[in-house]
């Protein structure tokens, strides 16, 4: 990981969209997500939209609409950086077992 003085500028990839379609009231969330990397500074990866019906590849001139609701980006010098070693896990906390999950809130596809 490269380090940054205050006068260094960082430049940030935009990795994931998550998207709200209807009102503040009620609605439906969408997300889309860049999967795969490419060199720093060149565009990479593919784009997948997910939703409670499908994964589908889809083009990155249709990630950013009027339905954006939250955008993930991650500073280009981080990229393939390992979660787990800026983070580590609460080891004092028993994991969560996915058994237990109901059938509602299982995973609908996975990228891998």
Partial sequence: MAETSP???STYRLVSV?????NVGAGHYTAFLRVG???RGAPGGIWVEMNDR????VSSAS?????AYIL????????????NA???PDRTRPPIDLS???DRHRYACAVS
């Fill in 7 to 9: 006068t260094t500028k």
């Fill in 18 to 22: 998550v998207n709200h379609h209807g």
């Fill in 37 to 39: 990397e490419a060199p």
């Fill in 54 to 57: 499908h994964c589908k590849e």
């Fill in 63 to 67: 990630v950013c609409t009027a339905a």
């Fill in 72 to 83: 993930f980006y991650v500073r280009e010098d981080m990229l393939g950086a390992r979660v």
């Fill in 86 to 88: 800026m983070f580590p």
């Fill in 100 to 102: 237990t999950v109901g």
